[in-house]
């Protein structure tokens, strides 16, 4: 079965708007991740996040293990936002991302 | 910054070629991943390396091999290509015991089978 579900599937943001994307997995972890996918494909490294909060600059990752969830929250979204968010757990199951669409 | 480096980036090739896909990290990482993307799923492991010599499946390792020659370098081979092995292949690695360090990716190599 599925071990990682990301929601939501897609979101649209006027520029400025926060955002709230979630993964949630069906196992127990040491390793938790997510990932900018750029528009023309290249994978950034956002945060190696396997539990508690971290955060770089307009970014927030927050992971609670025994909840089995990790949330990322964007601040203040900017239109270079816009493309895929992918979490990952133990560096093998991957989400299939949120699309973030950001507008002026 | 950990480099990755995969080749070719893009590639095409008629069912039945072979192809060879590869890739090089220069930072010694003991892990080495390959990944396909593909719409609505998200990326696949097909095989994963702990080692030089050493080979572990994935969760979609059918159609394909791998052979990891050195710390370094990380090969996927098709041999008998078919247009279901169309896709985005990624390359990863990470340092660290389990594969639970952070991935470091190469760009991607966008391979069409026609």
């Known amino acids: 079965g599925q071990q990682v579900q990301q929601s939501p599937a897609s979101l649209v943001l006027q520029e400025g708007e926060n955002a709230e994307l979630q993964c949630n997995f069906s196992?127990?972890?040491?390793?938790m991740q997510w990932f900018y996918q750029r528009p023309e494909g290249s994978l950034v490294s956002l945060f190696y996040?396997?539990?508690g909060t971290k955060q770089s600059g307009r970014l927030t990752s927050t992971t609670v293990i025994k909840e089995r969830r990790s949330s990322l929250h964007i601040s203040s979204s900017q239109i270079t936002d816009s493309g895929t968010y992918l979490c990952a757990i133990q560096n093998f199951y991957f989400g299939k991302g949120t699309s973030l669409t950001v507008i002026p | 910054e950990a480099a990755v480096t995969q080749s070719p980036r893009n590639k095409v090739t008629v069912t039945g070629g072979n192809v060879t896909l590869s890739c090089r990290q220069t930072n010694s990482h003991n892990y080495m991943y390959w990944y396909r993307q593909d719409t609505g799923h998200g990326l696949r492991l097909i095989h994963y390396?702990?080692?030089?010599?050493?080979?572990q499946i994935g969760d979609v390792p059918d159609g394909y091999k791998a052979t990891r020659t050195t710390q370094e370098d990380f090969f996927l081979l098709l041999e008998l290509a078919s247009p279901s092995q169309t896709s985005l292949y990624f390359c990863?690695?990470?340092?660290?015991?389990?594969?639970?360090?952070?991935?470091?990716f190469g760009h991607g190599t966008k391979l069409s089978v026609l």
């Open positions: 990863a690695s990470s340092e660290g015991q389990g594969g639970t360090e952070r991935l470091f």
């Open positions: 390396s702990y080692g030089a010599g050493n080979l």
């Open positions: 196992t127990s972890l040491n390793s």
């Open positions: 996040n396997p539990s």
